[in-house]
T-cell receptor
Framework: GAVVSQHPSRVICKSGTSVKIECRSL??????MFWYRQFPKQSLMLMAT?????????EQGVEKDKFLINHASLTLSTLTVTSAHPEDSSFYIC????????????FGDGTRLSIL | DAKTTQPPSMDCAEGRAANLPCNHS???????VYWYRQIHSQGPQYIIH???NNETNEMASLIITEDRKSSTLILPHATLRDTAVYYC????????????FGTGTSLTVIP
């Protein structure tokens, strides 16, 4: 099946640091990528939708200046958590797909972000 | 967005069929039903999807009722490795194909 690689898998950093997470589709060209966050014992919450070459569309309540998304190519999207604080600690997951309802989203294995 | 309702938890004996229900009574005609599962601390894994007809693949079968208001995911011979949270999602093509995850069903396969 389609493979989506997410890096890093885990990051621990100090409060105030900016952290970049990469999401790559390894064997297909992803016209659309999505970013989610998941708190312990909760479901995945969609943060934003990213189409290649366009500005990301953020879900209500998600700060676009806090969570910078870049989707410069059909195989790479990045999420940068700017000036991270302890409340940003979470499990961040990306997915990639092509723009058709019949095509599944394929998910990365997530990034565990811990802000001290 | 069409909402889905799933039981919060289920148990299944190893080797038996696991039948996971999902209600999506407000689904629209062009919305697909997708099933994923998530094992602890991993990304969700795609299982199967369908629009109107029943579907089967190497992992599972998907049974969609004729009125499309509910569906059932069937794992024919559950193993311990099938213990996971299973999510039923309705995909909305008109507004960008986003997935809005519900709370899912936590399936425990018992030896």
């Amino acid at each position: 099946g389609a493979v989506v690689s997410q890096h890093p898998s885990r990051v621990i950093c100090k409060s105030g640091t900016s952290v970049k997470i990469e999401c790559r589709s390894l064997d297909f060209q992803a016209t659309t990528m999505f970013w989610y966050r998941q708190f312990p014992k909760q479901s995945l919450m969609l943060m934003a939708t990213s189409n290649e070459g366009s500005k990301a569309t953020y879900e209500q309540g998600v700060e676009k200046d806090k969570f910078l998304i870049n989707h410069a190519s059909l195989t790479l999207s990045t999420l940068t958590v700017t000036s991270a604080h302890p409340e940003d600690s979470s499990f961040y997951i990306c997915s990639a797909t092509v723009t058709a309802a019949v095509y599944p989203q394929h998910f990365g294995d997530g990034t565990r972000l811990s802000i001290l | 967005d069409a909402k889905t309702t799933q039981p919060p938890s289920m148990d299944c004996a190893e080797g038996r069929a696991a039948n996971l229900p999902c209600n999506h009574s407000t689904i629209s005609g062009n919305e697909y039903v997708y099933w994923y599962r998530q094992i602890h601390s991993q990304g969700p894994q795609y299982i199967i999807h369908g629009l109107k007809n029943n579907e089967t693949n190497e992992m599972a079968s998907l049974i969609i009722t004729e009125d499309r208001k509910s569906s059932t995911l069937i794992l024919p011979h559950a193993t311990l490795r099938d213990t996971a949270v299973y999510y039923c999602i309705v995909r909305t093509p008109n507004t960008g194909n986003q997935f809005y995850f519900g709370t899912g069903t936590s399936l425990t396969v018992i030896p």
